[in-house]
């Protein structure tokens, strides 16, 4: 059974850094690509940062680009989420997301995409 659970979260002031973490089970991690995602109260959810299953490729949002890092362990069932230079406007409930299902390609920013999915960490970031 895959399961997620998203940690790290928390309050920050802008200029800060955290770096969240996606524990789950085996099933959640061995060849699939991972994401992360936020929403932040009263919006969509918006795309942040993709992995492909190895680790071999990472894509990033615009905004994320250059801030934040996302990264895999599989040994250790756990993908992460570098967030530096963190803004306001990041202040979010930050989500993992795993797809589990085959595919031939897919898109990765597209959170339809993902079948599996975290409970979500929240991030504040205070002026």
């Known amino acids: 059974q895959a399961q997620l659970v998203e940690s790290g979260g928390g309050l920050v002031q802008a200029g800060d850094s955290l770096k969240l973490s996606c524990a789950g089970s085996?099933?959640?991690?061995?060849?699939?690509?991972m994401a992360w995602f936020r929403q932040a109260p009263g919006k969509e959810r918006e795309f942040v940062s993709h992995?492909?299953?190895?680790?071999?490729?990472?894509n990033y949002a615009d905004f994320a680009q250059g801030r934040f890092t996302i990264s895999r362990d599989n040994a250790k069932d756990t993908v992460y989420l570098q967030m530096n230079s963190l803004k306001p406007e990041d202040s979010a409930v930050y989500y993992c997301?795993?797809?589990?299902?085959?595919?031939?390609?897919?898109?990765?920013?597209?959170?339809?995409?993902?079948?599996?999915w975290g409970y979500g960490t929240p991030v504040t970031v205070s002026s």
């Open positions: 992995i492909s299953w190895n680790g071999g490729v990472e």
């Open positions: 085996r099933r959640a991690f061995i060849t699939f690509p």
């Open positions: 997301a795993a797809r589990t299902r085959s595919y031939s390609s897919f898109q990765y920013q597209s959170g339809a995409e993902y079948d599996v």
